[in-house]
């Protein structure tokens, strides 16, 4: 019959794939073991030969592999046999508590944050098993900082290891008083600054020099092939090479004029200059909060907010309102209102911290947390609920952020009459009646 005849082949062929599969089964497992035997040079072959497409036997490998202290190669066999949580829980443990391992890996262990963030964004969370496990292992790695290693030093370290991005966006998080907070901004930013500059990146360099409030002279002293002999016919004098900009250029000839030609006053015999940025290791390695903070912006597919917000506040509280802010600056217009809600109220609760621990705050006083408020609440696309967000803010101050607010939701004459009564400044008042009547006139021509 040959119906039968096809089920009969059909089960021959079956049983010979069987058969095959398990023979590459016996030479790749085998072949793992020649690699691996005691004496052998780890060269690199046998995590070589892992990576690629095996069918060595999970349970023979991982004993041999165990047995040999060859950790690296292990995570591999795990990895390629899609069991993700053996490897993730091998990756913590190698990190956490290297020496509970027999053979233990070599010290310093390699074994770090890092190389577990590394196997989380290149697994992905494109299952819910998957999502679950970045969740799960996504704890040690954002908790592990904050319980060993206080915020300052982290920050100091990232300088050394010149990661200054990194260092920025952790300063964002200290709870020092406004001064020392400040203080430790500058110069992250000045630090930068002269990093930059030395890799020729002057427009970048610029930029942080005037956020770290570093003196004009002291960036005049950087450029001595741009000091004329005299003060004449500055305008004329050749700008080639040193890809500053005209502007910066002529900003900086301003200042050579008002400030003198010699070295004290030019901060040439000051001391300060490139060799200002401290030494120390230039080790690319990260902090394990900035790597979880990395990991949580980077996993694709993103992750929900309402799931992934709610886990960051838990486990690294002060890494929330970064996290929220990047997750808002990269993808604002397609995240729900309410997230933009959050982080006004995540401002407003730390900005009204400081204003209750600081005694000599006034409404004039601007800190950069305070800015950070002041600029979301008059972005150019808001999406926050002004009128709910507005019945959240105290009445006894934060005249500046709820007059914002009155204006967001049309109520014009509040807004005056705080500018007026509560700030006494009729020229504030006066600066909004203009910007809200070129506004009139721009929607009145747009409508047309």
């Not at 089960?11 to 089964?25: I, P, T």
């Not at 790695?141 to 990232?158: F, H, N, Y």
Request: hydrophobic letters at 40%; one cysteine or more; charged letters at 25%.
């Amino acid at each position: 019959v040959p119906e039968e005849a096809e089920v009969e082949k059909q089960e021959s062929s079956d049983v010979n794939n069987e058969e095959d599969a398990k023979l590459r089964g016996v030479v790749d497992t085998a072949i793992l073991r020649a690699m691996i035997v005691p004496g052998a040079v780890n060269d690199g072959a046998a995590l070589k030969f892992l990576q690629e497409p095996n069918s060595v036997d999970v349970a023979q490998g991982e004993e041999t592999l165990l047995k040999h202290g060859r950790h690296h190669e292990l995570v591999e066999l795990y990895r390629c046999n899609e069991l993700h949580w053996s490897a993730l829980s091998l990756l913590q443990q190698l990190a956490e508590s290297p020496h509970e391992l027999d053979p233990p890996p070599p010290h310093p262990s390699p074994f770090t944050a890092a190389t577990t963030v590394d196997y989380l964004l290149l697994m992905g969370a494109g299952t819910k098993v998957k999502r679950d496990l970045v969740l799960q292992f996504s704890q040690w790695v954002l908790v592990s900082d904050a319980e060993q290693v206080p915020l300052a030093k982290q920050i100091d370290d990232l300088a050394r290891a010149r990661e200054f991005e990194e260092a920025l966006t952790l300063c964002d998080m200290l709870k020092e008083s406004d001064d020392l907070k400040k203080a430790k901004v500058e110069s992250m930013h000045r630090q930068f600054a002269y990093s930059l500059f030395e890799k020729n990146e002057h427009p970048d360099a610029m930029s942080h020099f005037s956020l770290a409030n570093v003196s004009p002279l002291e960036v005049l002293a950087l450029f001595p092939s741009l000091l004329p002999s005299s003060g004449e016919n500055l305008e004329a004098e050749a700008i080639d090479g040193e890809g500053i900009g005209r502007d910066v250029y002529l900003a900086l000839l301003q200042v050579y004029l008002e400030g003198g030609t010699d070295e004290y006053s030019m901060g040439l015999g000051s001391g300060r200059g490139l060799e200002a940025i401290e030494g120390g290791a230039r080790s690319s390695k990260k902090t394990a909060l900035v790597q979880g903070l990395e990991l949580m912006t980077g996993i694709r597919p993103r992750l929900p907010l309402d799931v992934a917000l709610p886990h960051v506040q838990e486990f690294a509280k002060d890494l929330a309102v970064v996290y929220l802010e990047k997750e808002l600056s990269a993808h604002g217009d397609i995240i729900a209102p309410s997230f933009h809600n959050e982080l006004v109220q995540m401002y407003l609760e730390l900005v009204i911290r400081e204003r209750n621990s600081q005694l000599n705050w006034t409404e004039e006083t601007v800190t950069p947390l305070r800015k950070k408020l002041l600029d979301f609440l008059q972005g150019p696309s808001p999406r926050f609920n002004p009128e709910r967000m507005l019945s959240r803010f105290p009445v006894d101050g934060l005249y500046k952020e709820r007059a914002l607010l009155l204006s967001r939701i049309q109520r014009h004459k509040s807004a005056l009459f705080i500018y007026v009564h509560k700030l006494n400044s009729p020229k504030l008042a006066e600066e909004y009646c203009h910007r809200v009547y070129a506004q009139a006139v721009t929607a009145a021509q747009n409508s047309e």
